[in-house]
């Protein structure tokens, strides 16, 4: 499994850590797990296995429809594992057609992604497709540009706000529908030089051990028809 290669510095020092293997991730037969070869958009960094996964819903060719990305859990605590959000670096406005997120952010979206934009309090909007990324006008942070207006009310910082690539077609789980999970560790890479990762993720029969999910929720759970049992899970 590959190894994280960031540069931790240029002087003598120890960064303790292990590397991720998809066999402690299963308790069953990892061969008898029914998998798909799968590719995963660029920008989301490092993704370690057992991530569960959402697919690019976006209509349009340009983005990455149909690419791989993380599933954002349904709930806004501020400390549940959430790599497929952009975070807001300042408040929306009421009817603004844009929004700030910071640079590396910047590069999990593409020109043609439908985006959503979504706070702990705030109803989920659909903002449509994204027709501009501007990364050259501030050296701090990103500007995203989308077809919607926001429907009136702000979305703060305060409240967690965040954007994300629209991978659902409804919002029932804020537009985020889990369809598997990562079979092993992979880079999808950060900022300006990402490309993106390919990979294999799990769709059924199974069992995992639970610990190793890395962002499944209730509500992952049941778009991937998985139970739970003590400390594993199982999918169908």
Same mark, same amino acid.
């Given at each position: 499994?590959?190894?994280?290669?960031?540069?931790?510095?240029?002087?003598?020092?120890?960064?303790?850590?292990?590397?991720?293997?998809?066999?402690?991730?299963?308790? /069953?037969?990892?061969?008898?797990?029914?998998?798909?070869?799968? +590719?995963?958009?660029?920008?989301?960094? #490092?993704?370690? $296995?057992?991530?569960?996964?959402?697919?690019?819903?976006?209509? #349009?060719?340009?983005?990455?429809?149909?690419?791989?990305?993380?599933?954002?859990?349904?709930?806004?605590?501020?400390?549940?594992?959430?790599?497929?959000?952009?975070?807001? $670096? *300042?408040?929306?406005?009421?009817?603004? !057609?844009? =929004?700030? =997120? /910071?640079?590396?952010?910047?590069?999990?979206?593409?020109?043609?992604?439908?985006?959503? &934009?979504?706070?702990?309090?705030? *109803? =989920?909007?659909?903002?449509?497709?994204? *027709?501009?990324?501007?990364?050259?006008?501030?050296?701090?942070? %990103?500007? &995203?540009?989308?077809?919607? @207006?926001?429907?009136?009310? @702000?979305?703060?910082?305060?409240?967690? @706000?965040?954007?994300?690539?629209?991978?659902?077609? %409804?919002?029932?789980?804020?537009? /985020?529908?889990?369809?598997?999970?990562?079979? !092993? +560790?992979?880079?999808?890479?950060?900022?300006?030089?990402? !490309?993106?990762?390919?990979?294999?993720?799990?769709?059924?029969?199974?069992?995992?051990?639970?610990?190793?999910?890395?962002?499944?929720? %209730? @509500?992952?759970?049941?778009? &991937?028809?998985?139970?739970?049992?003590? /400390?594993? *899970?199982?999918?169908?």
């Amino acid at each position: 499994m590959p190894m994280n290669t960031v540069n931790y510095g240029d002087t003598p020092h120890i960064v303790r850590g292990s590397q991720k293997d998809y066999r402690f991730l299963f308790y /069953s037969n990892e061969e008898a797990a029914l998998t798909v070869p799968i +590719t995963l958009q660029s920008g989301y960094g #490092l993704l370690e $296995v057992g991530t569960v996964l959402s697919k690019n819903m976006s209509n #349009l060719t340009t983005g990455g429809k149909d690419q791989m990305l993380p599933y954002n859990p349904t709930s806004f605590t501020g400390a549940e594992d959430h790599p497929g959000r952009a975070y807001l $670096v *300042t408040d929306s406005g009421t009817t603004d !057609k844009y =929004v700030y =997120v /910071s640079m590396d952010d910047s590069y999990k979206f593409k020109i043609g992604d439908d985006i959503i &934009i979504n706070d702990n309090t705030t *109803t =989920v909007e659909d903002l449509g497709a994204i *027709t501009a990324i501007d990364r050259t006008s501030e050296n701090h942070r %990103a500007k &995203i540009t989308f077809t919607a @207006a926001i429907g009136g009310t @702000a979305f703060t910082t305060a409240r967690y @706000a965040y954007v994300c690539v629209q991978a659902a077609s %409804a919002n029932s789980n804020n537009y /985020s529908d889990a369809v598997g999970i990562l079979m !092993k +560790t992979v880079d999808t890479g950060t900022g300006v030089n990402a !490309k993106g990762a390919n990979a294999e993720m799990i769709i059924g029969n199974c069992v995992l051990r639970s610990g190793m999910l890395i962002n499944s929720d %209730a @509500a992952a759970r049941t778009d &991937i028809s998985a139970s739970t049992f003590g /400390s594993f *899970t199982y999918i169908r």
